[in-house]
């Protein structure tokens, strides 16, 4: 089974800091995918980033990198100059891999409050 | 737009009564997944459906039915509702052949109230 953990309930911050959302997982297997997604207000679940076991590079996209570290079992999210735009609930996932179709098991999610 | 349709974006009912979610999957997609948000329980996932059939199973209640048809949308039947049973219900969708099969793509959700 795997697991998620996403100990920052709520982080708030102002406008052009920088802020860094953590998440921690735990799984058995050894070929796994990891995700985060956004939720803004309106409600749905937009996809950010995909990473797959095998690949630690970092990623940067614009003002948002991940840092992938299987020693700590780590996948952490930041935001560079944070803008108000950026104000969401924040759900780092993982599915097992091999089968390429799995069910995907969320964190508790972050929720960011940017202010102006 | 992630290309994932759901209807109806709401759904207001009564205790006992039965329901149907419907999700278009994006175009070439053969995997759809139902999840469930509630505030309690987070985001969990219900099932999946990969080509017309059931590929795997989660926290779904007896109460709660699911299928895929032949065109690859999905519907997700949820009967004898409880006030507990409110939530965001979302269907997602995956598996697109010749592109990234592992990545799912949301639908803007149905958010159910049971009164």
């Known amino acids: 089974a795997q697991k998620v953990t996403q100990a920052q309930t709520e982080i708030s911050v102002v406008e052009k800091e920088d802020v860094t959302l953590d998440c921690v997982y735990e799984?058995?297997?050894?070929?796994?995918?990891l995700f985060w997604y956004k939720q803004p207000p309106s409600g749905e679940l937009v996809f950010l980033i995909r990473?797959?076991?095998?690949?630690?590079q970092n990623e940067i996209s614009g003002r948002y990198s991940w840092n992938f570290q299987k020693s700590t079992s780590s996948f952490n999210f930041t935001i560079t100059a944070s803008q108000v735009v950026d104000s969401a609930v924040y759900f780092c996932?993982?599915?097992?891999?091999?089968?390429?179709?799995?069910?995907?098991?969320f964190g508790q999610g972050t929720i960011l409050t940017v202010h102006p | 737009d992630s290309g994932v349709t759901q209807t109806p974006k709401h759904l207001i009912t009564a205790t006992g009564q039965r329901v149907t979610l419907r999700c278009s999957p994006r175009?070439?997609?053969?995997?759809v997944y139902w999840y469930q948000q509630s505030l309690d329980q987070g985001l969990q996932f219900l099932i999946q459906?990969?080509?017309?059939?059931?590929?795997a199973k989660g926290n779904i209640l007896e109460r709660f039915s699911a299928q895929q048809f032949p065109d690859l949308h999905s519907e997700l039947n949820l009967s004898s509702l409880e006030l507990g049973d409110s939530a965001l219900y979302f269907c997602?969708?995956?598996?697109?052949?010749?592109?990234?099969?592992?990545?799912?793509?949301f639908g803007p959700g149905t958010r159910l109230t049971v009164l």
């Open positions: 175009s070439g997609d053969l995997s």
């Open positions: 990473r797959n076991s095998f690949d630690e």
């Open positions: 996932a993982s599915n097992a891999g091999g089968t390429s179709y799995g069910k995907l098991t």
């Open positions: 459906y990969y080509n017309g059939e059931e590929r």
């Open positions: 997602a969708s995956s598996g697109r052949v010749g592109g990234n099969t592992d990545t799912q793509y």
């Open positions: 799984t058995r297997d050894t070929t796994y995918y």
